[in-house]
């Protein structure tokens, strides 16, 4: 059996699967000020009375590197900065302990400059006496040649905790995003820490020892080890489980929007063919610009427990939430409200609902239900106007989905899967306001957390060949062999495939889900005078993003007994 687990912005989800399909489920409220608890809770509950040896592992999806980010909660880290001649890295400044050095590597991964030891020793001595732990550094080309990277890390290894490696972190070549990824990774790695090791302690506690896995934004996993070299990867996974959740139940061809609706906010993603779109270059989080993978999705601040107001004359739904519905003991109304006053919604909470439509009734001068009707409505025609907006921007620029470049196609969706709390009641109301063919996932309120649970294990590798060098490199993955001049894209093809596999297998992958393929392979002469002095050879590979094998025997048992 497995168990996901998937922190939302109003309840933590948390499911345990077996063959037999969805054997239990359990929701928790999250509170975002002590995660740690919510998602303890969530994992005794979901195992309570359950044998400990039937449970093979755990998949979590949380957001607690995004509240962390997001709050400003992470503790002050150092950052030293090799650029050369260029661009200066100070624009690229990321927080008050960030030094550029000397030293530079130029395109090729030739050395032009060498480090300052004395320098590097002496910004060691400085941080340490602001009592700074952990630390990043970050080379220009350093995907093409880390050598001042690793050589900074040996004058300052024994002074600091964590040190991350810009290399390590991601193998593209964008100088300013790659700053601001190890940046991340460092900032937020002491609460990911602390709540890797309280989740490892609770599951020992109750016999489990179990792998553990991380849900990442890219709709892959890795494992709960692995997660602590790259905590970054964890940010936004909240968004990546709900498209996970709907990828078993959309249609095997044609595009399909994908609404998860929450009690915070709604998440919107687009598949094609079944297969999520990606964000080929990296997540931007405010005005920070990574180098993290992650699917195209978009999040908006509308869901089921919105805070409804009426502003000079107009209604207003959201962004902010203040707590649960008035039908749940909540203060303020919202959409869920409306939809009991409507009686699409039952329950003992109606009479509290009907107090706090009551007041954006008088406000609009409607009658209750009109005005019910009006909130719902104007719940669903954001939802849409922010879907056609997403789809807008996804045109304007190529299409990737995780498996390739869809050259010149047009995203225009004609289907809707919604997941979510109130994904039934929003799916009948889009429906007939849009001309969406529109339905709810099998098991709609926990389809995320599904979703979770039946990622598979995904990753990436970047290879480069220098035949005029006579070198193939990945410095990502700590490789470089010599190579002939008859070096081929095909041989660099091949090799990249024996690294992806080792490193798949090692952030936990299983084997029978190595489904691995080419997504970039790049190939130029280097001439010199007239003629060809070499090749400069790039070729990229992944496993693929999907779901586990076997999954659908789960996801049939799942749909029949919805």
Not at 37 to 47: A, M, N, P, Q, S
């Amino acid at each position: 059996m497995i168990i996901g687990l998937d922190v939302g912005g109003t309840h933590t989800d948390v499911v345990l699967l077996g063959k037999e399909g969805l054997v239990r489920k359990y929701k928790v409220r999250t509170d975002p000020d002590d995660l740690f608890k919510t998602v303890l809770t969530g994992i005794e509950r979901i195992i309570e009375g359950i044998d400990p040896a039937k449970v093979s592992r755990a998949v979590l999806s949380t957001t607690l590197t995004t509240n962390a980010i997001v709050q400003r909660k992470n503790p002050e880290v150092g950052m030293i900065v090799s650029g050369g001649p260029g661009i200066d890295p100070e624009h690229f400044r990321t927080n008050r302990h960030y030094y550029c050095v000397a030293g530079s590597i130029d395109h090729r991964g030739r050395e032009v400059a060498p480090i300052d030891p004395d320098e590097i020793r002496g910004i060691a001595a400085a941080l340490k006496a602001e009592e700074i732990r952990n630390v990043g550094i970050v080379g220009k080309f350093s995907v093409r040649n880390p050598s001042h990277e690793l050589a900074i890390h040996d004058i300052i290894k024994h002074d600091f905790g964590k040190i991350f490696l810009g290399h390590h972190i991601s193998g593209n070549l964008n100088f300013p995003r790659r700053i601001a990824t190890t940046h991340l990774n460092t900032t937020i790695r002491p609460i990911h820490k602390k709540f890797f090791f309280a989740v490892k302690q609770s599951l020992e506690q109750k016999g489990l020892k179990i792998p553990i896995h991380l849900l990442k934004a890219d709709g892959g996993t890795m494992s709960f080890e692995a997660s602590l070299d790259f905590p970054g990867q964890t940010i936004l996974s909240g968004p990546s489980a709900s498209v996970m959740g709907a990828i078993a139940f959309a249609p095997e061809t044609g595009e399909t929007l994908v609404l998860d609706i929450g009690g915070t906010t709604t998440d919107m993603a687009i598949l094609v063919d079944q297969a999520p779109l990606l964000d080929p270059v990296g997540i931007t989080l405010g005005q920070t610009r990574t180098l993290i993978r992650s699917l195209e999705t978009r999040s908006i601040g509308i869901g089921g427990d919105s805070a409804v107001r009426v502003r000079d004359g107009a209604l207003v739904i959201g962004p902010d939430r203040e707590g649960p519905a008035m039908a749940y003991g909540g203060s303020v109304p919202t959409p869920t409200d409306a939809l009991f006053v409507l009686g699409i919604q039952t329950g003992d909470g109606r009479s509290s609902a009907e107090a706090g439509i009551a007041s954006i009734a008088e406000a609009l001068g409607l009658p209750l239900e009109a005005a019910a009707e009006r909130i719902f409505d104007e719940a669903c025609g954001i939802i849409l106007a922010e879907a056609g907006r997403m789809i807008d921007a996804i045109n304007s620029k190529p299409v990737y989905t995780v498996h390739e470049l869809q050259e010149g196609l047009q995203v225009r969706p004609k289907r809707i899967l919604v997941l979510g709390g109130p994904a039934t009641e929003f799916a009948a109301r889009l429906q007939a306001l849009s001309e969406f063919e529109v339905r709810a996932v099998p098991h709609w309120s926990v389809a995320n957390a599904i979703g979770a649970a039946l990622a598979r294990t995904t990753c990436e590798v970047t290879l480069h060949g220098d035949t005029q060098q006579e070198i193939a490199f990945a410095p990502e993955e700590d490789f470089s062999a010599a190579v002939d001049r008859n070096f081929s894209s095909e041989a660099a093809v091949e090799q990249a495939f024996s690294l992806l596999r080792k490193k798949a297998i090692k952030i936990g992958a299983d084997t029978e889900d190595l489904a691995m393929e080419v997504t970039e392979n790049l190939q130029f002469n280097m001439v010199r005078g007239f003629y060809t002095a070499g090749r400069n050879i790039r070729v990229k590979v992944q496993v693929k993003p999907g779901l586990i094998h076997g999954y659908r025997a789960i996801t049939e048992k799942l749909a029949s007994d919805a």
